[in-house]
């Protein structure tokens, strides 16, 4: 099983400044990840497809990059409601697996 | 728009099965082949994929839940389903349901089927306890 490990555990970051958090897959997965954000009492959403490709919707604030075992998602100006946990999501191996989290507050 | 919406008992007792629908509107499972996944989440923890079941029924379990998972697919119903069995404390989670979107990837020195997860339930508390 691919160990997805995120860093860091939480980040405080004022609004309008960037975040930059980080996956690291165990293993060399490509560029096959994925990331999500989940808010409390809602469905969680996809950002993030092919390490790179935004979804349809998402703001282009957001942005990830990386290949292989090191990936990073960037938030270029945090807004108010992007203050949430995002996760990564690896599909190269059976079974898929996710990172722990990073928690993004409000500083 | 696709709206998945998952729903069950909040509450079962330990050693009997956990048993969950997912309703999909917008779209009917009829419409297309597709994944359909199960997620959950524990409390305080992170996400595990539990598995998927294509629409031809076929399915993918995650080896560390495979002994005790069922998934199904109802058509005439636009839902599917998931059960496992033999419950713990340990099971008591967020379940997410949600649309397995899978491509092949052979941009690399091999092909592979890589997916996302697009869109999700809201998720729904199941506690285990007696």
């Known amino acids: 099983e691919i160990v997805m490990t995120q860093s860091p555990a939480t980040l405080s970051v004022s609004p309008g400044e960037r975040a930059s958090l980080s996956c690291r897959a165990s293993q060399s997965i490509d560029s096959h990840l994925a990331w999500y954000q989940l808010k409390p009492g809602q469905a969680p959403r996809l950002l993030i497809h092919g390490a790179s490709t935004r979804a349809t919707g998402v703001p282009d604030r957001f942005s990830g990059s990386g290949s292989g075992t090191d990936f990073t998602l960037t938030i270029s100006s945090l807004q108010s409601e992007d203050f949430a946990v995002f996760y990564c999501q690896q599909s190269h191996n059976w079974p898929r697996t996710f990172g722990q989290g990073t928690k993004v507050e409000i500083k | 728009q696709l709206q998945l919406q998952e729903s069950g008992p909040g509450l079962v007792k330990p050693s009997q099965t956990l048993s969950l629908t997912c309703s999909v509107s917008g779209d009917s499972l009829r419409s297309g082949s597709r994944y359909w996944s199960w997620i959950r989440q524990p409390a305080g923890k992170g996400l595990e994929w539990i598995g998927h079941i294509y629409t031809t029924g076929s399915t993918t379990y995650n080896p560390s839940l495979k002994s005790r998972v069922t998934m199904s697919v109802d058509m005439s119903k636009n839902h599917f389903s998931l059960e496992l069995s033999s419950v713990t404390a340990a099971d008591t989670a967020v379940y997410y349901c949600?649309?397995?979107?899978?491509?092949?990837?052979?941009?690399?020195?091999?092909?592979?089927?890589?997916?996302?997860?697009?869109?999700w339930g809201q998720g729904t508390l199941v506690t285990v306890s007696s």
């Open positions: 949600a649309r397995d979107i899978g491509v092949i990837d052979c941009s690399g020195s091999a092909c592979y089927t890589v997916d996302w997860f697009d869109p």
